[in-house]
């Protein structure tokens, strides 16, 4: 009966390292999807997955952003090469992803706090 | 272009009255409208969701309005309480891509004792 877990719950590396970010989704739920929160800004989609279909990936910024969901459970999305710019909150949320599920509501994760220096 | 706009002043109020927070948007045609609270260090939490067909909406103290005339959704806390403080945001899904939740920025809102 968890939630949303994500981890780690902060991460601070340097320009043009690699980091991977993990989120666990609520059991039983087939939709995940990621955001980037930054101060200030609005909530920015990022990628959604959805069962065995094609992932979404039309909000990945730049081709540096890359994610994966195996299994249909754990998803991981990877930066490569960060940048300063790529500081911010990055959220995972999941739904049931059921038949109708255009009224779904998500269910959040706690985020991981990237900063870059 | 297409907007979703909420307060971007924060609202405060005293502990008992009513709070009214505004969400309003610009060339989407929401198939319907959720609203959320986010507290700091925490992802959004569900409170309401409202269709397009639904004029309001109520899940104890909060009531959630929607007018597609006006092009917004009102969504208002009762006898508010100081655990009431939080960030809220509205967020919609246009019609015919029903997949992606179009967030505003979020109205902070703190209710003083």
């Known amino acids: 009966g968890a939630g949303v877990s994500q981890s780690p719950s902060n991460k601070v590396t340097e320009k043009g390292k690699d980091v991977e970010l993990r989120c666990d989704p609520i059991s039983g739920h087939t939709a995940l999807y990621w955001y980037r929160q930054s101060l200030g800004q609005g909530l920015e989609f990022l990628i959604y997955f959805q069962g065995n279909s094609a992932p979404d990936k039309s909000g990945l910024p730049s081709d540096r952003f890359s994610a994966e969901r195996t299994g249909g459970s754990v998803s991981t999305l990877t930066i490569q090469r960060t940048q300063q710019e790529d500081s911010a909150v990055y959220l995972c949320?999941?739904?049931?992803?059921?038949?109708?599920?255009?009224?779904?509501?998500?269910?959040f994760g706690p985020g991981t706090r990237l900063l870059v220096l | 272009s297409q907007k979703i706009e909420q307060n971007s002043e924060a609202l405060n109020i005293q502990e008992g009255k009513t709070a009214t927070l505004t969400c309003n948007y610009t060339?989407?045609?929401?198939?319907?409208l959720q609203w959320y609270r986010q507290d700091p260090g925490r992802g959004p939490v569900f409170l309401l969701l409202i269709r397009e067909n639904e004029k309001e909406k109520r899940k104890e103290r909060l009531k959630v309005t929607f007018d597609t005339t006006l092009k917004q959704s009102l969504f208002h806390i009762t006898a508010s309480q100081p655990a009431d403080s939080a960030t809220y945001l509205c967020?919609?899904?246009?019609?015919?891509?029903?997949?992606?939740?179009?967030w505003g920025l979020g109205t902070s809102l703190a209710v003083n004792p």
């Open positions: 949320a999941s739904s049931l992803g059921a038949a109708g599920y255009y009224q779904e509501t998500q269910y």
């Open positions: 060339n989407y045609s929401p198939a319907y």
């Open positions: 967020a919609l899904v246009n019609a015919g891509n029903n997949r992606k939740l179009i």
